[in-house]
């Protein structure tokens, strides 16, 4: 155990599953004073779930009962704080916006930047807490200059580092991330050996706020239906069919499109301001590259071209790639060989190695005359 591990006291994000009540458990077993924060951020009151159907989801009032059990097992103190209405304005607002603009967003990225390393760091600096833990599996290092490094979880099958890539130096100097280092299932043993109660408890599937995955119902509840109807067209403007609304569809979707064609075709973009879908080739999908905009280095900023691999989404694997950097807090991103479905309004992660460099928001995919 590190001196930055003696005797501090750290406030620990419990969702009430099985990782964040093992982070707390771990954190008072090494001897810290640990107090449980659980937030709340949406009302499950306003959805109503089909007659006896519970949903795997984040956040819901069972999860919050479950850390607040967790906390009691364990001894230490507990609070709840409200975030409702700052997840909507800063998640939820920005999730509608997104797919409204043809964009395919993440909210979960939003969440961790906006609402947990932002509002409740912040709840942890009021509390006069040393440092926030989260279960998140991923590993924080800091190296012989005194900068912190971010690095993919021991766990490849649970790394979740990709979601983390908007972590300041100065977040990162407040966070731990117990588990880290370890697997899933040692995860799940120290559950059991703790005796804590939700030591079987199932993993979380669903975004929490379209706790039933109908993103379309979402939608339009947010903000009503036929305003975006329109054409599905190929890349040369021909009319294919109908649609009835841009938010329905993403980059790379070939499901659902309603047009009979004598091959498949796959959604290439999302044209809000024409109210087109623009559907193409398999082929089609494919990019040289991308160009990402809202940059954040971990690393200190490059200067020039950076050579690393990418992930263009969470369950994407790392491809090779070269990062320019542009003005504007923007660079342009060349892949060794051409990538499929490279989708705006998701994250682009650079790594090297298990490190993370950085990353950026897809502002669009490149075509291979704009190379």
């Given at each position: 155990?590190?001196?930055?591990?003696?005797?501090?006291?750290?406030?620990?994000?419990?969702?009430?599953?099985?990782?964040?009540?093992?982070?707390?458990?771990?954190?008072?077993?090494?001897?810290?004073?640990?107090?449980?924060?659980?937030?709340?951020?949406?009302?499950?009151?306003?959805?109503?779930?089909?007659?006896?159907?519970?949903?795997?989801?984040?956040?819901?009032?069972?999860?919050?009962?479950?850390?607040?059990?967790?906390?009691?097992?364990?001894?230490?103190?507990?609070?709840?704080?409200?975030?409702?209405?700052?997840?909507?304005?800063?998640?939820?607002?920005?999730?509608?916006?997104?797919?409204?603009?043809?964009?395919?967003?993440?909210?979960?990225?939003?969440?961790?930047?906006?609402?947990?390393?932002?509002?409740?760091?912040?709840?942890?600096?009021?509390?006069?807490?040393d440092y926030l833990a989260?279960?998140?599996?991923?590993?924080?290092?800091?190296?012989?200059t005194g900068r912190y490094?971010?690095?993919?979880?021991?766990?490849?099958?649970?790394?979740?580092?990709?979601?983390?890539?908007?972590?300041?130096?100065?977040?990162?100097?407040?966070?731990?991330?117990?588990?880290?280092?370890?697997?899933?299932?040692?995860?799940?043993?120290?559950?059991?050996?703790?005796?804590?109660?939700?030591?079987?408890?199932?993993?979380?599937?669903?975004?929490?706020?379209?706790?039933?995955?109908?993103?379309?119902?979402?939608?339009?509840?947010?903000?009503?239906?036929?305003?975006?109807?329109?054409?599905?067209?190929?890349?040369?403007?021909?009319?294919?069919?109908?649609?009835?609304?841009?938010?329905?569809?993403?980059?790379?979707?070939?499901?659902?499109?309603?047009?009979?064609?004598?091959?498949?075709?796959?959604?290439?973009?999302?044209?809000?301001?024409?109210?087109?879908?623009?559907?193409?080739?398999?082929?089609?999908?494919?990019?040289?590259?991308?160009?990402?905009?809202?940059?954040?280095?971990?690393?200190?900023?490059?200067?020039?071209?950076?050579?690393?691999?990418?992930?263009?989404?969470?369950?994407?694997?790392?491809?090779?790639?070269?990062?320019?950097?542009?003005?504007?807090?923007?660079?342009?991103?060349?892949?060794?060989?051409?990538?499929?479905?490279?989708t705006p309004g998701q994250?682009?992660?650079?790594?090297?190695?298990?490190?993370?460099?950085?990353?950026?928001?897809?502002?669009?995919?490149?075509?291979?005359?704009?190379?």
């Amino acid at each position: 155990m590190t001196d930055n591990y003696r005797k501090q006291r750290v406030v620990v994000a419990m969702s009430g599953g099985v990782d964040s009540s093992v982070t707390a458990a771990l954190l008072q077993k090494q001897g810290h004073e640990v107090i449980g924060i659980s937030m709340q951020v949406w009302d499950y009151a306003t959805f109503t779930a089909p007659d006896g159907e519970k949903f795997d989801t984040c956040c819901s009032l069972d999860d919050i009962h479950d850390a607040r059990r967790v906390a009691e097992q364990l001894g230490i103190p507990f609070y709840v704080v409200n975030f409702e209405e700052e997840f909507q304005r800063l998640v939820i607002d920005d999730f509608v916006g997104e797919y409204f603009r043809g964009r395919t967003p993440n909210p979960c990225v939003r969440c961790n930047q906006r609402i947990k390393f932002e509002l409740l760091l912040q709840k942890a600096r009021d509390l006069a807490a040393d440092y926030l833990a989260t279960g998140h599996y991923a590993r924080v290092e800091r190296d012989g200059t005194g900068r912190y490094r971010l690095h993919m979880g021991q766990d490849s099958s649970k790394d979740q580092s990709y979601f983390l890539f908007t972590l300041t130096q100065e977040q990162l100097s407040r966070t731990l991330f117990p588990l880290g280092g370890m697997t899933k299932p040692e995860v799940r043993r120290l559950a059991a050996r703790y005796g804590l109660r939700v030591a079987e408890k199932g993993e979380s599937q669903e975004i929490c706020f379209v706790p039933d995955n109908d993103y379309v119902r979402f939608l339009e509840e947010a903000r009503g239906a036929g305003t975006l109807n329109g054409d599905i067209v190929d890349r040369r403007g021909t009319v294919l069919g109908r649609h009835q609304g841009t938010y329905r569809y993403t980059v790379g979707q070939r499901k659902g499109l309603g047009v009979a064609h004598p091959s498949p075709l796959y959604v290439l973009e999302v044209d809000t301001e024409k109210r087109q879908v623009v559907v193409g080739s398999r082929e089609e999908l494919a990019s040289p590259g991308l160009v990402a905009t809202d940059l954040n280095w971990i690393i200190p900023p490059p200067g020039a071209p950076l050579e690393a691999t990418c992930k263009i989404r969470y369950r994407h694997r790392p491809v090779s790639c070269t990062v320019i950097p542009l003005p504007g807090n923007r660079a342009e991103v060349r892949f060794t060989v051409p990538e499929k479905s490279v989708t705006p309004g998701q994250a682009v992660v650079f790594y090297r190695d298990d490190e993370v460099l950085g990353g950026g928001w897809i502002e669009k995919a490149m075509l291979n005359v704009e190379l």
